[in-house]
RNA sequence: GAGCUCGUAGCUCAGUCGGUUAGAGCGCCAGGUUGUGGCCCUGGAGGCCGUGGGUUCAAUUCCCAUCGGGCUCCCCA
């Protein structure tokens, strides 16, 4: 085999037969439990513009700042979607989707893009799916939003994880809170990490996520924002608390928690694996009550989450979940001779009107080579055609896992195909 | 973007302390069984040893670069 002279660019693979069929299996899943969520699924473009995911990720995110996949074509200025969050919102806000009244209940799947460097559980064509509730600033949006998500895992039989919770604050809290913050470490400032001591200024927050070894004993004492959510917001977070606890999903309330993104605020969620190695978040959301004000919509509260379908998978992989059954076939039509072999294709199309799945041999092979095919493509049966059975007008059924055959008409065959 | 590591057949991997035709298992094709798969036996196809350059009489083997994978950091799904 010569070697290819074209392949997929790095960081973006195939998805190919075999592998497919878990994908399908996991979108069927998704599209199962969104309805009975009553989420409503949105499709957007791959590409947006680019201002929008600036404005809304947020120029300082690392997802903007050098992860960002853009283009230029005459006047616009063309990006590959990092997230859908924005995206979504700009929808909603594009087509005034709250004058469908009450709360908006979205759901999606799709490929996401960042240009980073690729390993496991990080690719720059990867897969999300996710929800984005839009209009309500109820703890009970936030939690049904946790629910669904908590779902999927549980459906699938991923149950080796981790749930943390925090609230990030309200804009007056989390002032408060970078000014404590700042005053806290200020004293010790050079003795952070040089990344913390790049996001004191502007994202100081950002430094209680470091894994950096010089910074964490600064962070094991650092105060907490707990302690400077104004009442409207601790009172949220106590409800989502509390509805989560009603609903037996357990958490761990991290104090520490930060996203990447800059337009959380209060609630923010993140579910991650063990068994993923170093990326280890299958999934990550919270409140985000001020984009759609900042990417020009009506001031409208939302909570959403995303999750990473390739994290999910490998997790699948890791814990032996079996998504999909093998593939196979009805019945597999193997014939002798060209009246045969005329005969067997002018006949598939009755049995697939049947609803029977079957297939022939395209290659003009031997009989021998003909089983062995049916063989391979899992076929339950196997329907022989020769002179013989011409003549008679009677063919040979081969059951493929029993091994046993008997002489029916087509229209039997059919029949008992069927009737299966 | 930085560091480490790996790159031999479709797949999983041996091997060459630089030296005539580069191997195994699985898979693929064919035959053993001219009308019967899965097991077994026999044979066959398939590799410029990731790519480019350098050193050398000679490179798949050593050196450099590059591309791609894995791990870590950064960050996130």
Redesign the pocket.
């Known amino acids: 085999?010569?070697?290819a002279k074209y392949?997929?660019?790095?960081?973006?693979?195939d998805i190919l037969p075999g592998e497919v069929e878990k994908w399908r299996a996991l979108e069927a899943i998704i599209h199962e439990e969104a309805a009975k969520f009553n989420f409503e699924e949105i499709r957007t473009p791959i590409l947006e513009q680019t201002e929008l995911i600036v404005r809304g990720v947020g120029q300082l995110?690392?997802?903007v700042s050098?992860?960002i996949f853009a283009f230029k074509k005459g006047d616009s200025h063309y990006v590959l979607r990092p997230?859908l969050t924005a995206p979504v919102v700009r929808s909603y806000v594009q087509h005034h989707l709250n004058q469908r009244g009450g709360s908006q209940k979205l759901y999606y799947i799709g490929p996401?893009f960042?240009?980073?460097?690729?390993?496991?559980?990080?690719?720059?064509q990867?897969h999300?799916f996710g929800v984005e509730i839009m209009g309500s600033n109820d703890p009970v949006a936030d939690v049904e939003c946790i629910a669904f998500m908590m779902r999927i895992y549980q459906r699938i039989g991923i149950e080796n994880f981790e749930l943390k919770v925090n609230s990030v604050g309200d804009p007056e809290s989390r002032e408060a809170y970078k000014t404590a913050l700042r005053d806290y470490l200020g004293p010790n400032l050079d003795k952070l990490s040089e990344?913390s001591q790049k996001?004191f200024e502007k994202n100081p927050m950002?430094i209680l996520?470091?894994?950096?070894a010089e910074d964490q004993e600064f962070i094991k004492q650092a105060p907490v924002i707990r302690d400077f959510l104004n009442e409207e917001t601790e009172e949220h977070f106590e409800n989502v608390l509390a509805y989560l606890d009603d609903l037996s999903i357990s958490y761990t309330e991290d104090p520490y928690l930060?996203?990447?993104?800059d337009y959380y605020t209060r609630t923010a969620f993140?579910?991650?694996s063990p068994d993923l190695?170093?990326?280890?978040?299958?999934?990550?959301?919270g409140r985000y009550d001020l984009l759609v004000e900042e990417i020009g919509g009506p001031s409208t509260p939302a909570v959403g989450f995303?999750?990473?379908m390739?994290?999910?998978l490998i997790a699948c992989e890791e814990l032996d979940i079996k998504l999909a059954e093998p593939k196979s076939v009805d019945v597999y039509f193997v014939s002798?001779g060209d009246e045969a072999r005329k005969w067997a294709l002018t006949h598939l199309p009755k049995a697939r009107e049947a609803g029977i799945s079957t297939t022939m041999d395209y290659?003009g092979?031997?009989?021998?080579?003909q089983?062995?095919?049916?063989?391979?493509e899992n076929?339950d049966y196997?329907v022989?055609?020769?002179?013989?059975?011409l003549a008679e007008g009677k063919f040979?059924l081969?059951?493929?896992?029993?091994?046993e055959?008997m002489s029916l008409s087509f229209d039997q065959i059919i029949e008992k195909l069927a009737s299966r």
């Open positions: 085999m010569a070697k392949t997929t660019h790095i960081g973006m693979v995110t690392d997802i050098k992860e997230e996401m960042r240009a980073e460097k690729p390993q496991k559980g990080r690719q720059r990867f999300q990344v996001r950002r996520d470091s894994k950096e930060v996203r990447g993104m993140e579910l991650t190695g170093s990326q280890d978040a299958l999934a990550g959301g995303a999750a990473g390739e994290r999910l002798l290659m092979r031997s009989m021998k080579a089983m062995k095919d049916a063989n391979r076929a196997a022989i055609v020769g002179s013989n059975e040979t081969r059951n493929m896992r029993e091994s055959e």
